[in-house]
């Protein structure tokens, strides 16, 4: 499958790879604003948070994704990591990733698909999905028509998802789909979530 990159995308986007055997993120993509390529929705005590990646060269440009450059102006990736350990620190599973998320943010990549790229390892290590993911140089299927996203941080919500589970703050705003997977992993573990993901019905 042929996609853009997603950081720590919706769960939708999740139930869309999981299954497939090879996966290739599209790096010759222009960088669009208003997407899911630099932001990720996850829920605070007050309702969906937006934690987006600066960029150098401001939101409007065009410039293919792989050559986007992460802005450290400001120290963007300390405030991502406050924000997860502030909005998950009561989540069941939080504790176990932790460490491997902070490493994240810590790294400091220079280029926006490097950091990414890290970011779905993580992901893809933390869930046990077992698809390849490749260059897409290799896709030798010519007939291989990319895969468009429909969701996006202004409808992220309006998606179902498959399966329900237990959020830290749905008792004050009721249950809300579709956030960001690390919703999901911090709230019922990478195993939970591979299971469900594997199940022969969905």
Not at 49 to 73: F, H, M, W
Not at 86 to 113: H, Q, S
């Given at each position: 499958?042929?996609?853009?990159?997603?950081?720590?995308?919706?769960?939708?986007?999740v139930?869309?790879?999981?299954?497939?055997?090879?996966?290739?993120f599209d790096?010759?993509a222009?960088?669009?604003?208003?997407?899911?390529?630099n932001?990720m929705v996850?829920?605070?005590?007050q309702g969906?948070?937006?934690?987006?990646?600066?960029?150098?060269?401001?939101?409007?440009?065009?410039?293919?994704?792989?050559?986007?450059?992460?802005?450290?102006?400001?120290?963007w990736?300390?405030?991502?990591?406050?924000?997860?350990?502030?909005?998950?620190?009561?989540a069941?599973?939080?504790?176990?990733?932790?460490?491997?998320?902070?490493k994240l943010?810590?790294?400091?990549?220079?280029?926006?698909?490097?950091?990414l790229?890290?970011?779905h390892?993580?992901?893809?290590?933390?869930?046990?999905?077992?698809?390849?993911?490749?260059?897409?140089?290799?896709?030798?299927?010519?007939?291989?028509?990319?895969?468009?996203?429909?969701?996006?941080?202004?409808?992220?919500?309006?998606f179902?998802?498959?399966h329900?589970?237990?959020?830290v703050?749905?008792?004050?705003?009721?249950?809300i789909?579709n956030?960001?997977i690390?919703?999901?992993?911090?709230?019922?573990?990478?195993?939970?979530?591979s299971?469900?993901?594997?199940d022969p019905l969905?």
């Amino acid at each position: 499958m042929l996609t853009d990159y997603q950081y720590f995308g919706p769960i939708c986007f999740v139930e869309l790879i999981y299954k497939q055997k090879q996966l290739c993120f599209d790096k010759e993509a222009p960088f669009t604003k208003m997407s899911f390529k630099n932001r990720m929705v996850i829920l605070s005590a007050q309702g969906p948070l937006n934690l987006t990646i600066p960029i150098l060269g401001g939101r409007e440009q065009k410039t293919a994704i792989k050559d986007v450059l992460i802005s450290y102006d400001a120290p963007w990736g300390v405030k991502h990591f406050k924000a997860l350990q502030t909005c998950y620190k009561r989540a069941p599973y939080f504790e176990y990733y932790e460490a491997d998320i902070e490493k994240l943010y810590a790294r400091k990549k220079e280029y926006l698909v490097d950091f990414l790229d890290d970011c779905h390892q993580f992901l893809q290590k933390s869930i046990k999905g077992k698809w390849e993911l490749i260059d897409c140089k290799e896709y030798k299927n010519e007939e291989t028509i990319k895969e468009i996203l429909p969701w996006h941080p202004n409808n992220f919500d309006k998606f179902a998802i498959q399966h329900s589970y237990l959020q830290v703050f749905k008792s004050n705003k009721g249950f809300i789909p579709n956030l960001s997977i690390l919703d999901w992993l911090f709230c019922v573990g990478g195993k939970e979530i591979s299971k469900q993901l594997s199940d022969p019905l969905m």
